[in-house]
């Protein structure tokens, strides 16, 4: 167990802040939080203004009920939690059926994204986006419906920016290079990009009927890396290589290295997953130190 006076210099006198934030993203009084996590409200207090330090366990328990991790309290990383934006109560006015939609389908991304899909209840996605559970429902009937349109958003949103590289590729080489650098999780939405998608995954070990939205989403990235590997080769590169298995071989050390950065599972990093990622298709193709390269 590390006390506060362990902790990284510069923590202590923001975890207060942070805790504070959790609790406002959660939605529920402060005194509904003590109650939650175990403790007295005056000490919950206290630790808010500073005058008492949070134990480890506490910190634990807060991050649970608030649905943030630990180490965004302890340290300030990782996802931050979801607060609704201040002109939400403004969303709330006369929208079209599809403007509507768009709001709550943008709501129910960043909260699983963020929170987790078994942490987002559909009244926070309602109070999220200044409407009612009722009109959650009219769009999306399941909970279930708002994980496959959040997978479905960011499955577009991949492939749209996939597109806008591949139109300034010089080459097929250069498209894999593109390919690369487009699956890297460098920012806030990269990341929420991938968090749905890992938790998409666990969902459909555990519900067969996730499985053919989660099939048919992965058999077009497959499909994507297949087809500029099939261009490589007909550019003269790698004519003796097996497609299919340097495509196994490549997609299975994105899904990896990225679970790892996001789990924080090893000290992978960005730029370590791009040069393991740029070697990934070695003796046959080498795509290191190659001119015209996306920064």
Not at 55 to 79: F, H, M, Q, W
Not at 188 to 203: P, R
Request: glycine share 6%; proline share 6%.
């Amino acid at each position: 167990m590390t006390s506060i006076e362990e902790r990284p210099a510069g923590t202590a006198d923001t975890l207060p802040e942070r805790v504070r934030t959790a609790i406002r993203a959660a939605a529920v009084s402060q005194r509904e939080v003590a109650h939650r996590v175990g403790m007295d409200p005056t000490a919950l207090s206290k630790a808010l203004r500073g005058t008492r330090r949070l134990r480890d366990g506490e910190i634990a328990a807060l991050a649970k009920a608030c649905g943030v991790s630990t180490a965004y309290l302890v340290e300030g990383t990782g996802p931050e939690p979801v607060l609704p934006p201040e002109t939400g109560r403004d969303r709330a006015q006369p929208v079209t059926a599809q403007e509507r939609r768009d709001q709550i389908l943008e709501a129910a991304t960043v909260l699983i994204a963020r929170r987790g899909y078994h942490n987002v209840r559909v009244s926070d996605i309602a109070r999220y986006c200044g409407t009612s559970t009722a009109t959650v429902h009219y769009h999306f009937p399941s909970k279930e419906a708002t994980l496959h349109a959040a997978l479905e958003y960011y499955a577009q949103r991949f492939r749209t920016r996939l597109d806008e590289q591949f139109d300034r590729a010089t080459s097929a080489r250069d498209k894999l290079r593109r390919l690369i650098e487009v699956q890297l999780p460098l920012t806030a939405d990269d990341i929420d990009e991938w968090s749905v998608w890992i938790q998409f995954w666990n969902q459909a070990m555990l519900e067969p009927s996730l499985r053919p939205a989660q099939r048919r989403i992965y058999s077009g990235w497959y499909r994507v890396v297949v087809d500029v590997l099939h261009e490589c080769r007909s550019e003269g590169l790698a004519p003796e290589a097996d497609v299919e298995a340097l495509a196994d071989r490549f997609t299975a050390m994105v899904d990896g290295l990225a679970i790892q950065i996001l789990a924080s599972s090893t000290e992978m990093r960005p730029d370590r997953m791009r040069s393991l990622l740029l070697r990934a298709f070695e003796p046959h193709l080498d795509l290191t130190d190659h001119p015209g390269a996306p920064g």
